[in-house]
């Protein structure tokens, strides 16, 4: 793999570039308040604006060539809409995990598989990763729904594996691989 970072992307509807201390205001008001947002995630929902920046300085303090970390942007508004990152990343197989969320007024205008796409395809095509996964509680289903969008296969579901803000529960794994986004772009 050639670690780049977190490099700005741009798709039709959006940008996707680095977490900045200014995303503060429209990252609390947009989705980090929101316990709808944040029913199925592992954080609970934040209850201040100084608390999303004490968050954000963290990320933007931590950025390195082997950190990918996007806020996104809403291009007809410039509002930070919500985030996707790579959660993980196992060097020895080059494969990483994302997570991704973002507020609830712009859920159902396929903004999010747009965002996620343009991830898969950096990762694949600059960055060398040959396994992208994510994960999503099964009684989020919008959440996996995006996942089959952006070309992610069903994998399984293990049972009580994880934990979010509704408890233990169990965690449907979905994946593409490398192989299978190439043979999709002919």
């Given at each position: 793999?050639?670690?780049?970072?977190?490099?700005?992307?741009e798709?039709?509807?959006?940008?996707?570039?680095?977490?900045r201390?200014?995303?503060a205001?429209?990252?609390?008001?947009n989705?980090?308040?929101?316990e709808?947002?944040?029913?199925y995630?592992?954080?609970?929902?934040y209850?201040?604006?100084e608390?999303?920046?004490?968050?954000i300085s963290?990320i933007?303090?931590s950025y390195a060539?082997?950190?990918?970390n996007w806020?996104?942007?809403?291009?007809p508004?410039?509002?930070?809409?919500?985030?996707?990152?790579?959660i993980?990343i196992?060097?020895?197989?080059?494969?990483?995990?994302?997570?991704?969320?973002?507020g609830?007024?712009f859920?159902?205008?396929?903004?999010?598989?747009e965002?996620?796409?343009?991830v898969i395809?950096?990762l694949?095509?600059?960055?060398?990763m040959?396994?992208?996964?994510?994960?999503?509680?099964?009684r989020?289903?919008q959440?996996?729904?995006?996942?089959?969008?952006?070309?992610?296969?069903?994998?399984g579901?293990?049972?009580?594996?994880?934990?979010?803000?509704?408890?233990?529960?169990d965690c449907?794994?979905?994946?593409?691989?490398k192989e299978d986004?190439?043979?999709n772009?002919?």
């Amino acid at each position: 793999m050639k670690h780049l970072g977190t490099k700005t992307l741009e798709t039709e509807r959006l940008i996707l570039r680095r977490y900045r201390t200014e995303d503060a205001a429209d990252m609390f008001r947009n989705w980090a308040q929101s316990e709808e947002v944040t029913r199925y995630l592992t954080w609970e929902p934040y209850t201040s604006v100084e608390n999303v920046r004490g968050y954000i300085s963290w990320i933007v303090d931590s950025y390195a060539d082997d950190k990918y970390n996007w806020m996104i942007e809403y291009k007809p508004t410039h509002e930070a809409i919500g985030a996707i990152d790579v959660i993980g990343i196992r060097e020895d197989i080059a494969s990483c995990e994302i997570g991704y969320c973002m507020g609830e007024r712009f859920w159902g205008k396929g903004l999010m598989p747009e965002a996620f796409k343009e991830v898969i395809r950096y990762l694949f095509t600059e960055i060398g990763m040959n396994r992208i996964e994510a994960t999503h509680d099964p009684r989020n289903p919008q959440s996996g729904r995006v996942m089959e969008k952006c070309g992610l296969l069903y994998e399984g579901t293990h049972r009580q594996a994880s934990r979010n803000n509704q408890g233990i529960c169990d965690c449907v794994m979905r994946a593409i691989l490398k192989e299978d986004y190439l043979k999709n772009q002919s």
